[in-house]
């Protein structure tokens, strides 16, 4: 194991981008995303997504992240 | 209490032991599966592997052809071999492994635990061995 990086409460989905190689972490209990470098690993932004974020998808082209909530 | 029974409601929990892999396209309307050059051929199961107990996410490296299948009933991550369909490491992780991503570039795989940690390892496609442990690595970032 390489690395533990801490994120917010509960995090429920994970999509990496792999053109920037920025991890993103969906935090069902906070309503956030954590945004994480992954050449860092650092937590680089606590996003807020709403209610209850349960899965996300990435557009890679538009640069537009899909959330979706339970 | 209450938030972690909803969650897993919510969630829905898969309690097989063993892993099919299928293609999908048989769930498909029949429109979109007119399209071979966009979908896989009709829906079979190429193999059953075992894996470890309640299996709940999975995901895939199509340029090392491994799939990763964390199993939240004994807190281990399966490492497949695609190809050979067959368990080539099983490996500790941490409670509540809700989510799982694999960066093709990099080859490192990314766990969401219920525990608010984000872990992440890039060999251990090759092997429990090699998935050593790293302490200290940078401020913020702890080794286990």
Same mark, same amino acid.
Request: hydrophobic share 70%; proline share 0%.
């Given at each position: 194991m390489l690395a533990n990086v801490t994120v917010g409460s509960a995090p429920d989905a994970v999509v990496v981008d792999a053109g920037t190689n920025t991890i993103y972490v969906a935090n069902n209990a906070d309503g956030t995303v954590s945004v994480v470098s992954g050449s860092k690993n650092t937590v680089t932004a606590t996003l807020s997504a709403g209610s209850r974020p349960q899965a996300m998808a990435l557009n890679r082209r538009l640069k537009r992240m899909r959330m979706g909530s339970c | 209490m209450t938030n972690s029974t909803n969650h897993d409601l919510c969630r829905g929990i898969a309690v097989s032991c063993w892993v099919p892999l299928l293609?999908? /396209?048989?769930?498909?309307p029949a429109a979109a599966q007119a399209a071979p050059s966009l979908y896989a051929p009709p /829906?079979?199961?190429v193999g059953t592997v075992p894996t470890g107990q309640s299996p709940s996410v999975v995901a895939v490296n199509p340029a090392t052809h491994k799939v990763y299948v964390a199993n939240e009933g004994d807190l281990t991550l399966s490492v497949l071999d !695609? $190809?050979?369909?067959? $368990?080539i490491a099983t490996l500790p992780i941490g409670i509540g492994s809700h989510a799982l991503a694999v960066n093709p570039t990099t080859n490192r795989i990314y766990v969401a635990n219920l525990g608010s940690s984000l872990l992440h390892c890039d060999r251990w496609s090759r092997g429990p061995r090699a998935c050593e442990r790293h302490r200290g690595?940078?401020? !913020?970032c702890r080794g286990r």
């Open positions: - | 293609a999908f /396209s048989a769930w498909l /829906s079979m199961i !695609g $190809v050979a369909l067959r $368990v690595i940078r401020a !913020g």
